[in-house]
């Protein structure tokens, strides 16, 4: 969100824009910066968690392989990946 107007800004935009830096915001055109703040390191605690209670659990089932365990690994954090540019914050400059 712009610190600025308040515009929302879109995925693309927002992953354009990078996890650190200055960003333009494209409703207003001022410049910004960006810093990661805490959410970063607490969306990945929170995704390490559910992966490993998610890991824990489907171990239990005798039909679940390995290949199946890594999968759901890779699924979750490929997912935590996706919303890191939704960690990003914006301050005026
Ligand atoms: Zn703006």
């Given at each position: 969100m712009c610190p600025y107007c308040g515009a929302r800004f879109l995925y693309g935009q927002v992953k354009r824009m990078g996890g650190r830096g200055t960003g333009r915001c494209p409703h207003c055109g001022k410049v910004f910066r960006i810093t990661s703040g805490r959410g970063r390191a607490a969306l990945f605690c929170a995704a390490a968690a559910a992966l490993v209670c998610l890991n824990l659990l489907l171990m239990?089932?005798?039909?679940?392989g390995m290949t199946f365990l890594l999968g759901v690994t890779a699924a979750g954090v490929a997912g935590a990946w996706l919303l890191l540019p939704y960690t990003a914050r914006y301050r005026k400059k």
């Open positions: 239990q089932a005798p039909a679940v």
